[in-house]
T-cell receptor, first 113, second 112 residues
């Protein structure tokens, strides 16, 4: 069974602080993704990666960095958290490019105060 | 710009009725269309998908109808059950491309 886990599951951060969200997959998938979910916007892609030590920008990368130190792990980093980054963040993995199922983690609810 | 659009934003049906969720897209190169189901507090999970070579895909009570010429799809849920109450996302991608683009979702409520 495909498995994607995220930590923490929820976090409260202060404006201007640094936040790191972590994702771990045991699917042996090459592709990993970070999305944010906001009411009225659906899922929007922030960053993605198709190989360790390499990341690519998605549709809304501003204010976010990503890190893929290994095939299994993918982190999302907010260097200077802002109020507008309050959202639910999902990590996903897939074994091929866009034309295949993505497996999502349970999400991290981030509140920036 | 929203490349994948969904309607309605929310939908309420009675148990046993057929729910119809709509999706449209702009990029004519999209050829893979998955639908994901999301329950509150969980991540989305693949429900059913279709490739552009087909005009219909059925899986139990769930059917996708695809109109390539009009760039539209619809998800039909027959004999709707309260357990189907969830948010449904339509997504689209180029099969050889790198990532999928998601619509804004339809929140379905099935009333007993």
């Amino acid at each position: 069974e495909a498995a994607v886990t995220q930590s923490p599951r929820s976090k409260v951060a202060v404006t201007g602080g640094k936040v790191t969200l972590s994702c771990h997959q045991t699917n042996n998938h090459d592709y990993m993704y970070w999305y944010r979910q906001d009411t009225g916007h659906g899922l929007r892609l922030i960053h993605y990666s198709y190989v360790a030590d390499s990341t690519e920008k998605g549709d809304i990368p501003d204010g976010y960095k990503a890190s893929r130190p290994s095939q299994e792990n993918f982190s999302l980093i907010l260097e200077l958290a802002s109020l507008s980054q309050t959202a639910v963040y999902f990590c996903a993995s897939s074994d091929t490019r866009g034309g295949s199922e993505q497996y999502f983690g349970p999400g991290t609810r981030l509140t920036v105060l | 710009q929203q490349q994948v659009r969904q309607s309605p934003q929310s939908l309420t049906v009675w148990e046993g009725e057929t729910a119809i969720l709509n999706c449209s897209y702009e990029d004519s190169t999209f050829n893979y269309f998955p639908w994901y189901q999301q329950f509150p507090g969980e991540g989305p999970a693949l429900l059913i998908s279709i490739r552009s070579v087909s005009d219909k895909k059925e899986d139990g009570r769930f059917t996708i109808f695809f109109n390539k010429r009009e760039k539209k799809l619809s998800l039909h849920i027959t004999d709707s059950q309260p357990g189907d109450s969830a948010t449904y996302f339509c997504a689209a991608s180029v099969g050889s491309g790198t990532y999928q683009r998601f619509g804004t979702g339809t929140k379905l409520q099935v009333v007993p």
